[in-house]
C-alpha cells in the first residue's frame, strides 16, 4: 500500500466529507446529533455543576467532559437499541416469515427444517451485525472507562478543595467562629 495515497483528507471538501463519515452512525461525531442530545448534555452540566459546585476553571472543565462522556454513553445506547430495534422490525416482516416457512418445505411440501431449526434461523435474523455491536460494546467501555476517570479526578480535586477549606479553618479560630455565626445567622 503507497502511504502517499492513503492520507488524511486533503481538501476542505473532503475534510468536509471525511468529517460526515462519524455522522453517518453517531458513534464518534464530535457534534449533537439532535437538539434532544444538546438539551440532556445542557441537563447533565447543570446537574453535575449543582452537585459539585464548581470552583475553578479545571473542576468547570471536567464537569463539561463528564457532561460530553455521558451523553455519548447515552448516544451509544440509543444506536444499539435501535439496531435490535431495526433488525427485530425486519426479522417480523410477514415477507420474512413467508419466505422461512417456503424454504422449510421441500418440493413435495414435506417440513425439512424442525420447528427448532426455523425458531433458530428466526432468531439469527432478529439480531444485530456482530460487527457493530462489536464496535458499539468497545466504544462503551472505553467511554465507561473514561468517565470513570474523570468523576475520580474531579472527586479528587472536590475533596482537596474542601481539605484545603478545613484546614484552614483550624488554623484559624476567628475565621471558623464567623462563618458558624453566618450559618446560624443563615438558619434563622
Not at 437538539?35 to 447533565?44: F, N
Not at 452537585?51 to 464537569?63: G, H, K, S, V
Not at 467501555?141 to 482537596?160: T, Y
Request: glycine share 4%; proline share 4%; aromatic share 6%.
Amino acid at each position: 500500500m503507497n502511504p502517499t495515497k492513503s492520507s488524511n483528507p486533503n481538501t476542505g471538501f473532503d475534510n468536509n466529507r471525511a468529517w460526515k463519515n462519524a455522522l453517518k452512525h453517531g458513534l464518534t461525531a464530535r457534534r449533537w446529533l439532535s437538539q434532544a442530545e444538546l438539551d440532556s448534555y445542557s441537563t447533565i452540566f447543570k446537574d453535575l455543576c449543582e452537585e459539585y459546585q464548581p470552583e475553578t476553571a479545571t473542576e468547570r472543565l471536567l464537569i463539561e467532559s463528564i457532561s460530553v462522556t455521558m451523553t455519548k454513553i447515552r448516544r451509544l445506547t440509543e444506536v444499539e437499541d435501535a439496531k435490535y430495534r431495526l433488525v427485530k422490525s425486519t426479522a417480523n416482516t410477514y415477507a420474512f416469515k413467508g419466505l422461512l416457512s417456503q424454504i422449510s418445505k421441500d418440493a413435495n411440501g414435506t417440513d425439512v427444517l424442525s420447528p427448532d431449526d426455523i425458531r433458530r434461523i428466526y432468531i439469527g435474523a432478529a439480531m444485530p451485525d456482530p460487527q457493530i455491536m462489536s464496535t458499539i460494546n468497545r466504544q462503551q467501555n472505553s467511554l465507561s472507562r473514561q468517565l470513570s476517570k474523570e468523576v475520580g479526578e474531579l472527586l479528587s480535586l472536590v475533596n482537596a478543595r474542601k481539605n484545603s477549606k478545613a484546614i484552614h479553618l483550624d488554623e484559624n479560630p476567628t475565621l471558623l467562629e464567623s462563618n458558624l455565626d453566618k450559618s446560624y445567622d443563615n438558619d434563622q
